[in-house]
């Protein structure tokens, strides 16, 4: 589909001999130049969605458009969709092209909004007036991802803080970088077309409302403000009032959606690892690890992994340890020490007498990192919690609410 007269067949035809029957898509990136025009693609079983341009663009916005377009056409044509259905269906997808872009320019890629008036590249037949305005409204009011009229027996929200913990500490114990990643996930059943206002111990949301050093929920635990570095939303957020007022209000949509994205580099540490090396001359190691787990008592992690790099010229390794099992493992390059479980406030050590090959070059070992792999249910490392969730609905009905928490390791890792 041409949507501007700059680029000619020939621009296109030199893509396809160069790119599609040089089978060279696997070993190119995503984004090639080609006599001046710049080909963005993407690949679905075995079509190519390809987007055209001599200007100057934003590829994160043409890659997500055309991710977006695969989206559409597999709720049109199915999810395994192939060039016989693109045959066969050529019309509609002349449709959907001209709704989704105009100009060249991105605009609603919303399936729900799509279908009220492309129905499988038939008109619908219902054209009162009140469904065209109900049509107008979706579309300029930007509420396309919920409709109107939906009902539920009981009136739920489910909310997931989901949090990864990158952390790099030295050799002495020094933390060097902290990062932390987090994502809050909400399944909303809830009727009608509420208004939901969410709040979490943001020290700018809490400076704002004067509880700057804290505050307090029903059962007498406090909660601490949190300096939240950066964070992203999902559409239905309204931005206006998070820039003036600080408060994430929005209507939700219909079952499960991510609302949000946050990251801190302030958090606490979960583990303390601390290990010891002694080398017995040029055959032998003997190493030594101690794992302090530093949440509450009453939390456990689970699904430990710690990797204890070992010499590329160890031969064997005899190993003891306080709880779990370790075994050295040729392809790891390293001893691995499993643990089930590990409550807080806990403390594991490991032992291991390491026997290397003799080596006529003395070459010296560069003793990478340890790594460690855990999750840890109900236990914000960063720190952020929610503190409410109010719905507003003109029934008033009743919401019943539940909160989890869920930390696991990124890149968690320990110099030696």
């Known amino acids: 589909r041409h949507f501007r007269s700059d680029i000619s067949k020939t621009s296109c035809d030199a893509f396809r001999n160069q790119v599609i029957v040089s089978k060279a898509t696997g070993n190119i990136a995503p984004v090639v130049q080609i006599e001046g025009t710049t080909f963005t693609y993407i690949r679905h079983s075995n079509l190519y969605l390809v987007a055209a341009t001599r200007s100057n663009p934003n590829v994160c916005m043409v890659i997500e458009y055309l991710i977006q377009k695969v989206r559409i056409l597999k709720s049109y044509l199915g999810e395994e969709f192939d060039d016989e259905s693109i045959q066969g269906s050529f019309t509609l997808v002349y449709e959907l092209l001209d709704e989704t872009m105009d100009f060249g320019y991105p605009q609603n890629c919303s399936i729900d909004v799509l279908r009220l008036y492309i129905n499988l590249g038939n008109v619908m037949q219902n054209s009162e007036a009140k469904e065209g305005a109900a049509l107008t409204s979706q579309i300029t009011g930007a509420i396309d991802w919920r409709r109107e009229g939906i009902r539920h027996r009981k009136n739920e929200v489910y909310i997931d803080l989901h949090e990864t913990v990158s952390q790099l500490t030295s050799a002495t114990g020094a933390v060097l970088r902290t990062e932390v990643l987090g994502k809050v996930i909400m399944k909303a059943f809830l009727t009608g077309m509420p208004e939901c206002k969410f709040g979490l111990n943001d020290k700018l949301i809490m400076e704002k409302e004067g509880t700057g050093g804290g505050t307090v929920t029903r059962s007498g635990k406090k909660i601490s403000a949190v300096e939240i570095d950066d964070c992203t939303f999902h559409r239905c957020v309204r931005l206006g009032k998070f820039d003036s007022e600080r408060t994430i ?6 079952g499960e959606f991510e609302l949000m994205r946050y990251r801190v580099t302030q958090a606490s540490q979960p583990f303390r690892l601390i290990p010891t090396i002694r080398e017995e001359g040029k055959t032998k190691l ?23 790099p070992v010499p590329t010229t160890t031969a064997s390794a005899r190993i003891s340890v306080s709880k779990g099992r370790a075994r050295f493992e040729p392809g790891e390059r390293a001893i691995v020490w499993r643990i089930s479980s590990m409550p807080g406030r806990s403390e594991v050590t490991m032992q291991a007498d390491v026997d290397l090959l003799p080596s006529t070059r003395d070459k010296q070992w560069n003793r990478p990192p340890i790594s460690m792999d855990f999750q840890i249910q109900m236990i914000s490392v960063s720190g952020v919690q929610v503190r409410f969730l109010k719905v507003y609905e003109k029934s008033s009905y009743t919401t019943n609410r539940w909160v989890r928490y869920l930390s696991k390791s990124g890149e968690y890792q320990q110099r030696i």
Do not use: C
């Not at 209000?249 to 219909?254: A, G, L, R, S, V």
């Not at 690890?289 to 009453?298: I, S």
């Open 249 to 254: 209000t929005f209507i939700p949509p219909d």
């Open 286 to 308: 003997l190493l030594n690890l101690k794992v302090q787990a530093d949440f509450q008592d009453d939390r456990k992690a689970s699904s430990v992994v710690i990797k204890f």
